[in-house]
């Protein structure tokens, strides 16, 4: 898939105030500060249309962008420690759960998992509830050319064997680094045959 356009259409702070058009969406989640706005930026081939911080928990609301005129990828916010009220991330929580399980036409979720660190008990939790409600999702492990490949390797594995205790079969997975555009016809054919197949 070629990326020919991407514009920003809207924030919303709940369900009922996202686009109603009913275009395909693929969403795009993972703990605060993973490199999730670094990796859409990769991903439509633009510096700045996803804003990125060093504070954690930049993206509050649900922020939608209309790809090739035809779909959407979406900017959720993130979940874990963010610099914010405890009342403003449980409200995140709280429409960040509405949209995952009410969104009709979200196609696929992108689980976005730190590659330099051990499994976090977050992360699984996070994976193993999305299995419980049957959401289809991808998980994508960034920034791994922070680190060797040898230490990717064996996060991956203690990932696997973390998983292993609830999956029988590992989730599709993708390694990604946004410096270096790793991962990014990956992602984009995972969401090319999601249109596909649905």
Same mark, same amino acid.
């Given at each position: 898939?070629?990326?020919? =356009? ?19 969406? @693929?969403? @795009?989640?993972?703990? =605060? ?29 649900? &922020?939608?962008?209309?790809? &090739? ?15 914010? +009220? ?8 709280? /429409? ?5 399980? *009410? ?22 939790? /996070? ?9 289809? @999702?991808?998980?994508? /492990? ?16 203690? /990932? ?9 079969? @590992? ?6 680094? +946004?410096? *270096? ?16 197949? *649905?």
């Amino acid at each position: 898939m070629i990326i020919k =356009s991407a514009e920003f259409i809207k924030s919303s702070n709940s369900l009922t105030n996202c686009p109603n058009d009913n275009l395909p969406e @693929f969403a @795009f989640i993972g703990r =605060s500060n993973v490199g999730k706005s670094s990796l859409i930026n990769m991903l439509v081939n633009r510096h700045n249309l996803a804003k990125t911080a060093a504070k954690p928990g930049k993206t509050r609301l649900i &922020n939608h962008f209309l790809i &090739n005129k035809s779909w959407y990828l979406v900017d959720l916010p993130g979940y874990g420690y963010a610099s914010a +009220s405890k009342s403003e991330v449980s409200n995140w929580n709280n /429409f960040i759960s509405e949209y995952l399980l *009410k969104r009709t036409n979200l196609y696929n979720l992108f689980v976005l998992v730190d590659s330099r660190l051990k499994p976090q008990k977050i992360d699984i939790e /996070f994976i193993n509830n999305l299995g419980k409600i049957q959401i289809p @999702f991808t998980i994508v /492990f960034t920034k791994t050319d922070k680190i060797s490949k040898k230490i990717v390797s064996s996060n991956l594995k203690n /990932f696997n064997t973390e998983l292993s205790e609830t999956w029988e079969v @590992f989730p599709t997975f993708i390694l990604s680094s +946004s410096p *270096k555009n790793i991962g990014k016809n990956d992602i984009l054919n995972i969401i090319e045959q999601s249109r596909v197949i *649905k």
